[in-house]
């Protein structure tokens, strides 16, 4: 599988923003998020555990 070339400056930009998202989240307590009718729903433990995993994996792929 060939990975396709990304600017430098794109893959800083989203190294930086997968580190920031595995901060806040591992910074939160619960999250929350709104849904499609306009109202705060709180996310469960394993919604939050599968946010963090795609997050580091996003950082994995663009932190190097």
């Known amino acids: 599988m060939t ?8 893959r800083r930009q989203l190294c930086k923003q997968a ?3 595995i901060q806040a989240i591992n910074s939160r307590g619960r999250m929350r998020e709104i849904n499609a009718k306009g109202e ?4 469960a433990d394993k ?5 963090l995993a795609a997050a ?3 950082a994995r ?3 190097r």
Not at 3 to 10: D, L, Q, R, S
Not at 47 to 51: E, L, P, S, T, V
């Open 56 to 58: 580091k994996k996003k």
């Open 19 to 21: 580190k920031s998202d």
């Open 61 to 63: 792929k663009y932190c």
């Open 40 to 43: 705060y729903v709180y996310l």
């Open 3 to 10: 990975e396709e070339k990304i600017p430098a400056k794109e």
């Open 47 to 51: 919604q939050k555990q599968q946010r």
